[in-house]
């Protein structure tokens, strides 16, 4: 199982430009989350998906964020334009319905994306 | 909303002496917990869990952790730590369906001493 996928891995722009972030998730889940990791604000959720579909948004930080789930295998998150406090590490995890009813999910994460907007 | 506190930034310790980081939260429900460690430049990786059941949780590479909820807590312990345990680990609370939506302390970062 080659895990959470995300692509690139570094990602250095110029303020203003767009920036698009990816990630493969496990085959099988049908569950993904975005976070970013700052050192001011730690990790945060900024949206999540089941089944492909956006089930909660309330952590994009604002109208320059957007992401996408097109199919179960593919996401991205973009940023247009791009600022520098935009500059975070970002994680993909992805999970899959524990069997047997009351468990919860486990979210296996990606290695992230360091952007830097300069 | 929910949210986690985690004390301790920075825990030193020898190699071989006992491990004890500190999670407190705050939630309305009955609580979906979580610690992860991260590695530098890695992601993270789930070492235990909690949603219901015996408060004493077991987990990967000899962790454990108690859930107290007159406390509020949920403390990661290990017995007796390894050179490759330094690393950052994270308390989390889940809220929503399956405890899917996670809410991160701001982690504490573990050297070990040889």
């Known amino acids: 199982d080659a895990g959470v996928i995300q692509s690139p891995r570094h990602e250095v722009t110029e303020m203003g430009q767009e920036v698009t972030l990816r990630c493969k998730p496990i085959?099988?889940?049908?569950?993904l989350f975005w976070y970013r990791q700052t050192m001011m604000r730690g990790l945060e959720l900024l949206i999540y998906f089941n089944n492909n579909v956006p089930i909660d948004d309330s952590g994009m930080p604002e109208d320059r964020f957007s992401a996408k789930m097109p199919n179960a295998s593919f996401s991205t998150l973009k940023i247009q334009p791009s600022e520098p406090r935009d500059s975070a590490v970002y994680f993909c995890a992805s999970s899959f319905p524990q069997r047997g009813g009351w468990t919860t999910d486990t979210q296996y994460f990606g290695p992230g994306t360091r952007l830097t907007v300069l | 909303a929910q949210s986690v506190t985690q004390p301790d930034i920075h825990i030193t310790v020898s190699e071989g002496a006992s491990l004890e980081l500190r999670c407190n939260y705050s939630?309305?429900?009955?609580?979906?917990l979580f610690w992860y460690v991260q590695s530098p430049g890695q992601g993270l990786q789930l070492l235990l869990k909690y949603f219901s059941g015996d408060t004493l949780v077991q987990g990967i590479k000899g962790f454990e952790a108690e859930f107290k909820r007159s406390q509020s807590s949920f403390n990661l312990r290990k017995p007796s730590v390894h050179w490759s345990d330094a690393a950052e680990y994270f308390c989390a609370v889940g809220a929503g369906a399956a405890g899917n939506k996670l809410t991160f302390g701001g982690g504490t970062r573990v050297l070990v001493k040889p």
């Open positions: 085959s099988g889940h049908n569950s």
């Open positions: 939630y309305g429900a009955t609580p979906y």
